[in-house]
């Protein structure tokens, strides 16, 4: 199976631009997830989506937002551009498992989109 | 809220020698834990993961894990470490806050460790 793709892999902006990012799951996914990756906040949850609705979101601002398409393929999409904004943007899809009578979720992380705000 | 914590910001080990990579957490109720590796340039990859049963989980690459509910731990570890094994590592458990319906949920990480193995 593929793994999970993101475009594009490498962005550069100025402030104020906006920005939609790219992410297909594994076939047969239905759940994606993003995070925002910077060496000062490590790893934060963007949100999730799943069977295109939105069904968690993290502590962003709404200048963040993002869809899933009926193909499960989702996009996220960061409006007005701040220096802050620059980070590795990662994405996962996931399946939900069973281990011993629990169901969990485990999810696959792509390569990300490193994002680059002049 | 759930949190993790990941004591140590590099971790040094000479090649052949036991490595571990030390996690603590705070969850409510069950926790689920993972661990992911990331070489530079690269997104997360699954190392393995406790969700129930035997407190010694075997994962990837040679990888083991200890889940100590007493201590709220789950250190990972490996007997003879490898300079391949050189990486930033995640600890992560699964986040309820929030939580919208089934199923849905999402991960809290630690800050991540680098792990250094010397040749």
């Known amino acids: 199976k593929a793994g999970v793709t993101q475009t594009p892999r490498y962005l550069i902006k100025t402030r104020g631009q906006q920005v939609t990012l790219s992410c297909s799951p594994i076939s047969g996914h239905r759940s994606v997830s993003w995070y925002q990756q910077t060496p000062g906040q490590g790893l934060q949850f963007l949100f999730e989506y799943f069977s295109e609705t939105q069904r968690n979101k993290g502590n962003f601002p709404g200048r963040f937002s993002g869809r899933q398409f009926s193909n499960s393929r989702s996009e996220m999409n960061v409006s007005t551009l701040e220096l802050g904004d620059s980070a590795l943007y990662l994405c996962a899809s996931s399946f939900t498992g069973t281990s011993g009578g629990a169901s969990y979720n485990e999810q696959f992380f792509g390569p990300g989109t490193r994002l680059t705000v002049l | ?119």
């Open chain 2, 1 to 119: 809220a759930q949190s993790v914590a990941q004591p140590e910001d590099q971790v040094n080990v000479a090649e052949g020698n036991p490595l571990t990579v030390k996690c603590t957490y705070s969850v409510s109720g069950n926790p689920y834990l993972f661990w992911y590796v990331q070489y530079p340039n690269r997104g997360l990859q699954f190392l393995l993961k406790y969700i129930t049963g035997d407190n010694l989980v075997k994962g990837s690459y040679g990888f083991e894990a200890e889940f100590n509910k007493s201590q709220t731990s789950f250190h990972l570890k490996k007997p003879s470490a490898l300079v391949s094994d050189s990486a930033l590592y995640f600890c992560a458990v699964r986040d309820m806050t929030g939580h919208s319906g089934a199923g849905s949920y999402q991960l809290t990480f630690g800050k991540g460790t680098k792990l250094s193995v010397i040749p």
